[in-house]
């Protein structure tokens, strides 16, 4: 397989496919709580979330990176030439395609 990854001698992480009938969709949310203070930071409390759903429709829409650009960013300068040598992955999940309906029931 020849990718512009491999072509730039980047050696690539492949995830494993998704299991189920539907194809994937994901939305990045970033939630901040003023009311709460992060006891490192002494900044109110953050909190990065990925919520990934069953999608209507995926065709024509781009895959979403298996790590945000901040969060890669942090990675690469927190272990520096460690992941230098590798091609981050793609996910599954769509970016933004049409909702398919979900129920999620929790019972007590």
Same mark, same amino acid.
């Given at each position: 397989?020849?990718?512009?990854?491999?072509?730039?001698?980047?050696?690539?992480?492949?995830?494993?496919? =998704?299991?189920?009938?539907?194809?994937?969709?994901?939305?990045?949310?970033?939630?901040?709580?003023?009311?709460?203070?992060?006891?490192?930071?002494?900044? =109110?409390?953050?909190?990065?979330?990925?919520?990934?759903?069953?999608?209507?429709?995926?065709?024509?829409?781009?895959?979403?990176?298996?790590? =945000?650009?901040?969060?890669?960013?942090?990675?690469?300068?927190?272990?520096?030439?460690?992941?230098?040598?590798?091609?981050?992955?793609?996910?599954?999940?769509?970016?933004?395609?049409?909702?398919?309906?979900?129920?999620?029931?929790? =019972?007590?």
């Amino acid at each position: 397989m020849s990718t512009p990854a491999v072509a730039a001698g980047l050696i690539p992480i492949r995830l494993a496919g =998704p299991t189920g009938p539907a194809p994937a969709d994901a939305v990045e949310l970033h939630l901040v709580d003023p009311s709460r203070t992060d006891t490192w930071s002494g900044q =109110p409390r953050q909190v990065m979330l990925t919520v990934t759903y069953p999608a209507a429709d995926v065709r024509d829409r781009a895959t979403q990176p298996w790590l =945000p650009s901040g969060a890669e960013r942090a990675l690469k300068a927190r272990f520096g030439g460690a992941v230098d040598s590798y091609a981050l992955p793609e996910t599954h999940s769509a970016d933004r395609p049409p909702v398919r309906p979900v129920l999620l029931h929790s =019972p007590g």
